[in-house]
Structure formats: C-alpha cells, structure tokens
C-alpha cells in the first residue's frame, strides 16, 4: 500500500521540477545550464508555504527544505560503462558550474572489491557516502539494517506522480520510499520475424497476446525442425553462482504460473511458495526444453547474434546487439503465459542517502536535477535503460509511444512486471533460487528436490532474522 508521504518537504524544488521538466528535447544541451542557473529564479515564485502538497513534518524528516551556507556532498556510482560513467561525471559538472550552493563531488572507488563489499565495509565503519547508488533489490537490506535514510520528505509529489510505478514500488519499503532510480529494466522475448514469419508463426501483438507456454513449446519444437537445432536462448552463459540473472530472468515464469520464491505478503516463509506445485510446474517446463535440446548450451552470449538461437530470452541492454545484427528484423514479445498471464522482471539500479551521509536537502538537489526529464533521457541515451520517468519516456525515440522498445514501458505501467521479493531477505533468496535453477537446467536435478533445498536455505536466512522485523535487527 503506497501510504501518505511524511515530512516537510522542499516544495520550492517541486515547483522547480515542473518548470525544468518542460524543457523540450531539441533544447537539451543549452537548456542544461540555464535551467539550473534559473533555480533561484524560480525559487522566487515557490513558496516555501504549504498549499495542496503540503506535508505534516515527521521526526526522522530526511528534507527540512533548507540548506545552511554551501554544501559538500559525495557520491558512489558502481558503473564501468564508459557512456554511463561519462555522462554522470558530465551531469556533474554541469550542475556544480551552474549552481554555487550544493558542490558534489563524484568519489572514484578502488576496484580491487565487488561493488556491494565496498559498500558494506563502508557501512560498518560509517564511510559511506552522501549520495549511495546500488542495485535495486539491495535497498531491502540496507533500510532493514539501517544503512539508509527514508527520502519521502524529500521528494516532492509532482516528482513521485512523474516517476514509473516501477520506480516507486521498488523504491519503497515498510510503506515508506527510501530510493529512487533514474532508469529501469525491460526483460521479454527477443524474436527473427523473417523466421517466425517463414515458419507460419504468429508474432504476439502485446502483453494481452503472448504466447502460452504450451503454444511457445510447439514454437520451438516447430523452429527446430526447420532446422533451428537450438531456436531458444536463455542466456544460460550468466548462471555462474553469485550471478542475479536467474532470479531476474527466470522468477517471472514463476509468477506467471501462479508461485513466488516467497510470501509475498509477509514474508516469512517460503515454503508452499517457491516449493509449491505451481513453481515446480513452471520450471518443469523450462528444464524440459533443456532436456529436449530446444535451448542453447551458453558457453557464450552469441547464440542470438551468430544465428544459433532465434528466440533469445533476455533484457533492454541486448536491443543495440540484436539490432546490429539483423537490421530490421528484430521485434521484441512478452514473456509466455504459464498460466495467470505473462509476467516480467523490473528493476535496476537506484539512488539513495545513507543514514551517515550529510544534508538530505543538498543531496536532493543534486537528485532532482538528474531526475528532470532532459537528464533522465540523457542517462538512457547513453547506457540504453529505460527512462525513469513519464516525462522523459516521452521525449524518448526509442520507449515512446511509437518507439522499438515500447513493450517495456506497457509492462511496466500495466501490472505485468514484478519487483523482486522486497524484503531485506532477498540477498539469501536470490541465491537459493539461483542455485537451484542451475542444478535444475544443467544438473537436471528433479524439479522439486532442488526447490526443496532453496526453501530450506531461505528459511534458515529468516529464522536467523527473526523474521526480518520492519523495526530492524
């Protein structure tokens, strides 16, 4: 349930946000510095009163909307991408020249360390930053453990009703938001039209039309006798343990026959759901199209672009390499329907501010200026993620309404996608269920013994929490 947002928000900031998001794409680059140089302009006719949005003040308020003198403030990205990197530093240095009271400095992390050890050895000895980037399902641990800081008195309510469902219902926790991203993910079916179309295949039309499980197994079996010999990709290469693409690829499957990987309402068990006859129904499926041979081995991540896979089973971030590819002849379905409807994977990586981090209003600044519509189009131009925001979706060639990558935005707003399980459990589910998904598909475990196993291991993660208690360990 998305309760009623608590604090005393910056309101002058949401009166910016609404100016600033006006800013039209082909004005991007000069519209960067003056929109920003404006802010006290604007500043001037928002009143710090209340009016409609006004918000009662909490006790714990991460905003107050003020800021005392010029602010410092530190920030950790996680990204080796060059296009990704390169454009956060650029949108730092744009806001630090147009502005003089916040200062944000982008800190450069030593990379002798998985990104999410730094961040909890940080944590244990109080040197996280002001502004904490980290992938989105981690952000149950870290406000359970009290790593984070709640940021909803700092978000004004014309930035939250700008934001994708997505974004605000895995950005929050306990009722409350704690983190917010300015990209998403998109995760469906990668398909050959000129092949489907030579087999006599239909092409789904939209997240009411996908395939059915049984109807997608006669697909495959229909490819390869036309000598397809492995049509389906499931990007198997990426099961190595410790990897998250099981749980984010292949969870959905569960959830479109009717399972889960745990209670989804108060998780404390996972019993009779990850292990329960739905889930063991759907994955049985999967490791039959392995059995059968239907699915490419993955000793590499080229089976769709070499032409041994037709179907690849994948996200958003393989669009520019498939495209690449066949030219013309890649569309993008839903997932296959196992039995409730198709469901998909959501979620990447999202910002937050640590509990010792300094002034949540000057992190905020420099937050909304990345979230206002140009910058959230700009950070999906470069690394190809969906854009966070309604505003920015629409400024978009490639997720607006009539774009390639639109069936990701419809999944999205139209309840088919699901965040993974939001509880501070998570990191001990997803490595169950990545392990028993790969004794299921290279193992050939039985079905049931390898989930068996899972809920065994997570419920032994949430009796050593008790359960997980919204008040914290």
Request: charged content about 25%; aromatic content about 10%.
């Given at each position: 349930?998305?309760l009623?947002?608590?604090g005393?928000r910056p309101?002058e900031?949401g009166?910016?946000?609404k100016?600033?998001?006006?800013?039209?794409?082909?004005?991007?680059?000069?519209?960067l510095?003056?929109?920003v140089a404006g802010?006290a302009l604007?500043l001037?006719?928002?009143?710090?009163?209340g009016g409609d949005?006004?918000?009662?003040?909490?006790?714990?308020?991460t905003?107050?909307?003020?800021i005392?003198g010029?602010?410092?403030?530190t920030?950790?990205?996680h990204s080796?991408?060059?296009s990704?990197?390169?454009?956060?530093?650029g949108?730092v240095?744009?806001?630090?020249k147009?502005?003089?009271?916040?200062?944000?400095?982008?800190v450069?992390?030593p990379g002798?360390?998985?990104?999410?050890?730094?961040?909890?050895?940080?944590?244990a000895?109080g040197?996280?930053?002001d502004?904490?980037?980290?992938d989105?399902?981690n952000?149950y641990?870290?406000a359970w453990?009290?790593?984070l800081?709640?940021?909803?008195?700092?978000v004004?309510?014309?930035v939250?009703s700008?934001?994708l469902p997505?974004?605000r219902r895995?950005?929050t926790?306990?009722?409350?938001l704690?983190?917010?991203g300015?990209f998403?993910?998109g995760?469906?079916l990668?398909?050959?039209?000129?092949?489907?179309?030579?087999?006599?295949?239909?092409i789904p039309?939209?997240?009411?039309d996908?395939?059915?499980a049984?109807?997608?197994?006669?697909?495959?079996?229909?490819?390869?006798?036309q000598g397809h010999?492995?049509p389906?990709d499931?990007y198997?290469?990426?099961?190595k343990?410790?990897d998250?693409?099981p749980?984010?690829?292949?969870?959905?499957?569960?959830?479109?026959?009717?399972?889960?990987?745990?209670?989804?309402v108060?998780?404390?068990t996972a019993?009779?759901y990850l292990?329960g006859p739905?889930?063991?129904k759907?994955?049985t499926t999967l490791q039959?199209?392995?059995?059968?041979g239907?699915v490419?081995?993955g000793?590499?991540?080229?089976?769709f672009?070499e032409?041994r896979s037709v179907?690849?089973?994948?996200?958003?971030?393989m669009y520019?390499?498939?495209?690449k590819?066949f030219p013309?002849?890649?569309a993008?379905?839903?997932?296959?329907?196992?039995?409730t409807?198709?469901?998909t994977?959501m979620g990447s990586w999202?910002w937050?501010v640590?509990?010792?981090g300094?002034?949540g209003?000057?992190?905020?600044?420099?937050?909304?200026?990345l979230l206002?519509?140009?910058?959230?189009d700009?950070m999906?131009?470069a690394?190809?993620?969906i854009?966070s925001?309604?505003r920015a979706?629409a400024l978009?060639?490639?997720?607006?309404?009539n774009g390639?990558e639109?069936?990701?935005i419809d999944?999205?707003?139209?309840?088919?996608?699901?965040?993974?399980p939001?509880?501070p459990?998570?990191?001990?589910?997803t490595?169950?269920?990545?392990?028993?998904?790969?004794?299921?598909?290279?193992?050939?475990?039985p079905?049931?013994?390898?989930?068996?196993?899972a809920?065994q291991?997570?419920?032994?993660?949430?009796?050593?929490h008790?359960?997980?208690p919204e008040?914290g360990p």
């Open positions: 349930m998305w009623p947002w608590g005393r309101v900031w009166c910016v946000m100016a600033l998001g006006n800013i039209g794409k082909g004005r991007v680059r000069r519209a510095i003056a929109g802010a604007l001037a006719g928002c009143g710090g009163g949005d006004a918000e009662p003040s909490r006790s714990d308020t905003c107050d909307g003020r005392d010029t602010a410092h403030i920030v950790w990205f080796e991408q060059r990704e990197i390169g454009t956060l530093r949108q240095a744009e806001f630090n147009a502005q003089k009271q916040v200062r944000v400095e982008l450069s992390l002798r360390k998985p990104y999410r050890e730094l961040v909890d050895s940080a944590a000895s040197d996280l930053p502004l904490l980037d980290f989105g399902p952000l641990s870290y453990s009290g790593k800081r709640p940021i909803e008195s700092c004004p309510a014309s939250r700008d934001l997505s974004i895995q950005g926790y306990a009722g409350r704690w983190g917010v300015t998403d993910s995760l469906g990668f398909v050959r039209k000129s092949v489907l179309k030579k087999a006599g295949i239909r039309a939209g997240i009411k996908a395939w059915t049984d109807e997608f197994t006669g697909i495959l079996r229909t490819l390869r006798a010999r492995t389906l499931l198997l290469e990426s099961t343990p410790g998250e693409w749980t984010y690829g292949f969870a959905p499957a569960v959830w479109s026959a009717g399972g889960d990987l745990i209670d989804p108060h998780y404390r019993d009779g292990n739905r889930a063991v759907a994955l039959n199209w392995m059995k059968e239907l490419d081995a000793k590499d991540d080229k089976a672009v032409g179907i690849s089973w994948l996200g958003h971030w520019g390499d498939y495209t590819a013309g002849d890649v993008i379905v839903p997932l296959p329907d196992f039995g409807g198709t469901a994977g999202q937050g640590p509990a010792s300094a002034d209003d000057a992190v905020w600044r420099f937050l909304a200026f206002t519509p140009a910058q959230v700009r999906s131009v690394n190809g993620a854009p925001t309604n979706v978009s060639k490639q997720y607006g309404p390639a639109h069936l990701y999944q999205l707003r139209g309840g088919v996608a699901r965040p993974r939001q509880t459990a998570y990191p001990a589910v490595e169950a269920f990545s392990e028993a998904f790969r004794q299921i598909m290279f193992e050939r475990t079905v049931q013994t390898a989930l068996d196993r809920v291991a997570i419920d032994k993660d949430l009796a050593a008790d359960g997980y008040s």
